[in-house]
T-cell receptor, first 110, second 116 residues
Framework: DAGITQSPRHKVTETGTPVTLRCHQT?????MYWYRQDPGHGLRLIHY???????DKGEVSDGYSVSRSKTEDFLLTLESATSSQTSVYFC?????????FGSGTRLTVV | AQSVTQLGSHVSVSEGALVLLRCNYS??????LFWYVQYPNQGLQLLLK??????LVKGINGFEAEFKKSETSFHLTKPSAHMSDAAEYFC??????????????FGKGMKLTVNP
């Protein structure tokens, strides 16, 4: 296991509030990713990072921002949550042996 | 840009029957190909991957997949389904390291049901 921890595991929030999800890794991997999983869509890339302070957009980045101030932490922020952002969010890292995923965060926006 | 097509969203087989899950990809560069499995309410687990070398790749739990460049396919098979194989399966593609873009692109997934 690559030592990936996502927090929180579950969250319910109200429309319009800011939300930050955290991904923490313990093995110093360069690449980190945030995906969202929705029925019928598989996993879609939101943002990814290829180093400290180096990030780029994925295919569904609107309404999301990220930050990576330390190698081990990759934060995903919903500036103003909407119901369409209700989803399961997965963090991933790229290691020499492949991509490994965290356990996910189930976010419900009411 | 890479893409993955998994035709259909649901497949049902009988216990002991062959499992065949199809995956076709599009990539402008030699791809890395992956199959992941997701059991209910869990994260994603790597089943197998193809990077270079042998085109027939064996994975965990008796699954294997064959990379066919001419058909741009990477179909997943298992000779005999077990009840414990019921899960959702995702095919994914990644490009070689080029310009820092090492993104993993997923298909929409295929839910496998195994009937007794």
């Amino acid at each position: 296991d690559a030592g990936i921890t996502q927090s929180p595991r579950h969250k319910v929030t109200e429309t319009g509030t800011p939300v930050t999800l955290r991904c923490h890794q313990t093995e110093n991997h360069r690449y980190m990713y945030w995906y969202r999983q929705d029925p019928g869509h598989g996993l879609r890339l939101i943002h990814y990072s290829y180093g400290v302070k180096d990030t780029d957009k994925g295919e569904v980045s609107d309404g999301y921002s990220v930050s990576r101030s330390k190698t081990e932490d990759f934060l995903l922020t919903l500036e103003s949550a909407t119901s369409s952002q209700t989803s399961v969010y997965f963090c991933a890292i790229k290691a020499n042996y492949g991509y490994t995923f965290g356990s996910g965060t189930r976010l419900t926006v009411v | 840009a890479q893409s993955v097509t998994q035709l259909g969203s649901h497949v049902s087989v009988s216990e002991g029957a062959l499992v065949l899950l199809r995956c076709n990809y599009s990539s402008s560069v030699p791809p890395y190909l992956f199959w992941y499995v997701q059991y209910p309410n869990q994260g994603l687990q790597l089943l197998l991957k193809y990077t270079t070398g042998a085109t027939l790749v064996k994975g965990i739990n008796g699954f294997e997949a064959e990379f066919k460049k001419s058909e741009t396919s990477f179909h997943l098979t298992k000779p005999s389904a077990h009840m414990s194989d019921a899960a959702e399966y995702f095919c994914a593609v990644s490009d070689l390291p080029q310009g820092g873009s090492e993104k993993l692109v997923f298909g929409k997934g295929m839910k496998l049901t195994v009937n007794p």
